[in-house]
């Protein structure tokens, strides 16, 4: 219950930096909705974002969405190229070196992020 209690008490906003940012509220009032809006909106206000909405299921199946990244890059003919074995700081890091030299930013919007705190009864 200690990490769940923390999103809670928003023990994480802002630990990283003042761009990590926590939306939490009832279930049903849109949350989800917003969050794939503005996604939708960054990318149109702000062409030099990439954002890349993953939804917490969408991870688990998919894993990390460092494919989204690395597809959104490529559809700007910016190549990213990592061999599929390469381990993921290896390839974190070709990404970022990808939107620095770019002058380009990501937008991760993590979705249902409370599942990972889920308990089982």
């Known amino acids: 219950q200690g990490k769940l209690q923390n999103l809670i ?7 990283v930096g003042s761009s990590t940012q926590l939306l939490m509220g009832e279930k049903g009032i849109g949350k989800s909705e917003t969050l794939r809006r503005i996604t939708l909106a960054t990318a149109i206000a702000f062409p030099q974002v990439i954002p890349v909405y993953a939804e917490y299921t969408s991870i688990l199946k998919n894993g990390l969405p460092i494919n989204l990244i690395k597809s959104a890059l490529k559809s700007r003919q910016i190549g990213c190229d990592t061999d599929a074995d390469a381990d993921l700081s290896v390839c974190l890091q070709k990404i970022a070196s990808a939107l620095y030299e770019n002058k380009l930013f990501c937008l991760i919007i993590a979705d249902e992020v409370d599942q990972l705190y889920a308990v089982d009864d």
């Open 9 to 15: 008490d928003r023990y994480y906003v802002n630990d």
